[in-house]
């Protein structure tokens, strides 16, 4: 398991030598492929008290860019925290996203997924293996909010997800199904 994780990390530091036109990511491997700012300091600025569960989990959070759901942070996390229970890991994600520490992400998949990375940015989905990448927005300001939105309410945050199948599956797709003889 603790390779797997490790290995997950060198497959980040990998891809971030892509993303060197991501605007400044505060506290991600996207900045250079550095954490700016520790767990504990995160949770420290966010008024939230600091446990070792806490800064585990905004630590794993932070160290990578696959955007986990509860089940797969509970799985690593008791590598190290056998007694850690799933409702301890939900209710500690859900104080960090009201916190404002990550964000819960408004994609259409089976459980709920979260993102360490909280500077604005896009995301593909991929309908298939529910892989979620993230894209570098283009400009650091944020789109207009049109006027028919506005009419619909106060908008406190926008996610753009583009959902589709991603490389690897449509390789897969192209290899695994040979169009049979009609
Ligand atoms: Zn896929
Ligand atoms: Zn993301």
Do not use: W
């Not at 390779?3 to 506290?27: M, S, Y």
């Not at 700016?36 to 008024?47: M, N, R």
């Not at 007694?83 to 992400?105: C, H, K, P």
């Amino acid at each position: 398991m603790v390779a797997e994780v490790d290995d997950q990390i060198n497959r980040f530091r990998f891809i971030l030598k892509d993303v060197d036109a991501v605007p400044r990511f505060l506290h991600n491997f996207h900045n250079g492929g550095e954490i700016v700012k520790s767990a504990t300091e995160i949770l420290q600025g966010a008024g939230i008290v600091t446990t070792r569960q806490r800064v585990v989990l905004l630590d794993m959070l932070l160290r990578r860019d696959d955007h986990p759901d509860a089940e797969r942070l509970l799985v690593e996390a008791r590598v190290g925290m056998p007694s850690l229970s799933v409702d301890t890991v939900y209710r500690t994600l859900n104080l960090f996203v009201e916190a404002g520490v990550i964000q819960r992400m408004a994609v259409p998949t089976r459980r709920a997924r979260f993102d360490g990375c909280t500077d604005p940015h896009d995301h593909f989905l991929c309908s298939d293996c529910e892989t979620i990448q993230d894209i570098p927005r283009p400009s650091k300001r944020a789109a207009a909010i049109p006027a028919q939105v506005s009419a619909c309410g106060v908008v406190s945050d926008v996610q753009t997800v583009y959902v589709g199948v991603c490389r690897r599956c449509a390789a897969q797709f192209a290899t695994s199904e040979p169009r049979r003889a009609e």
